[in-house]
């Protein structure tokens, strides 16, 4: 069975490529982003982050999105509550919220957790 997928074709090489029938955001670059390529890859980040929150907040934590460096491919992530100085916040980072981001955003490279 074959169905129609909305697909539109970006305006740019450096604009972002949504496909929705996966629900991942794809970069191509050339130059540089666009401004809504970076309001696009920020809410991907933010829909990744929903997905683990979850299970944070079940043991009392969270997680916030500080920054988005676009042309390093680095997202910056708080810690907040029961995570904070937490023995395992490290491999909750590298497991579940970093493979989480990056299996939405292919141009995400390395996410890290930031201190207050």
């Not at 740019?12 to 029938?21: E, H, K, L, P, V």
């Not at 991907?44 to 683990?52: G, M, N, T």
């Not at 299970?55 to 997202?75: F, N, Y």
Request: charged share 30%; net charge positive; glycine share 6%.
């Amino acid at each position: 069975m074959v169905r129609a997928v909305n697909w539109q074709q970006p305006r740019r090489a450096d604009d972002a490529i949504f496909d929705a029938r996966l629900g991942r955001c794809y970069i191509k670059r050339k130059s540089g982003l666009t401004g809504n390529t970076v309001k696009l890859m920020r809410s991907e980040i933010e829909k990744a982050l929903e997905q683990v929150r979850p299970a944070l907040q079940a043991d009392g934590g969270d997680v916030e999105l500080v920054d988005v460096d676009e042309s390093t491919g680095t997202v910056k992530v708080r810690f907040r509550g029961a995570c904070q100085g937490c023995p395992f916040s490290r491999m909750t980072l590298e497991r579940h919220i970093s493979a989480a981001i990056k299996a939405r955003v292919k141009a995400i490279k390395e996410v890290v957790a930031v201190e207050d």
